[in-house]
Nanobody, 126 residues
Framework: VQLQASGGGSVQAGGSLALSCAAS????????MGWFRQAPGKEREFVAA????????RYSDSAKGRFTVSRDGAKNAVYLQMNSLKPEDTAIYYC????????????????????WGQGTLVTVSS
């Protein structure tokens, strides 16, 4: 499974960006797809994720109220709409897929995700 992320760029604080991630193929094992980010010198952190079958979402505290994760089953794609961006949102954003179908709760742990995209850079200036 290959994941291709796109949509990053530069924006001023308060602006918006929309990220997209397309999977090369969807398998029956997909439990969720989500987004993580990694800022320079920091560990990769969870941003948001959505379950594939019933669209249950989960957000980090920093993303709640500003970001929206969604999916398109027909396109095997997941999206992240980011509004009210802040300089601290600056990072490389990665999409990821969790293929542990038996999981019951959306994971926020990077190691629980089986496939990763190449990352797309988001830069928010003040």
């Amino acid at each position: 499974v290959q994941l291709q992320a796109s949509g990053g760029g530069s924006v001023q604080a308060g602006g918006s960006l929309a990220l997209s991630c397309a999977a090369s193929v969807r398998t029956y094992r997909t439990y969720s797809m989500g987004w993580f980010r990694q800022a320079p010198g920091k560990e990769r952190e969870f941003v948001a994720a959505i379950t594939w079958n019933d669209s249950v979402t989960r957000y980090s505290d920093s993303a709640k109220g500003r970001f929206t994760v969604s999916r398109d089953g027909a396109k095997n794609a997941v999206y992240l709409q980011m509004n009210s961006l802040k300089p601290e949102d600056t990072a490389i954003y990665y999409c990821a897929a969790d293929h542990t179908y038996s999981r019951r709760v959306v994971s926020t742990t990077p190691n629980d995700y089986d496939y990763w995209g190449q990352g797309t850079l988001v830069t928010v200036s003040s």
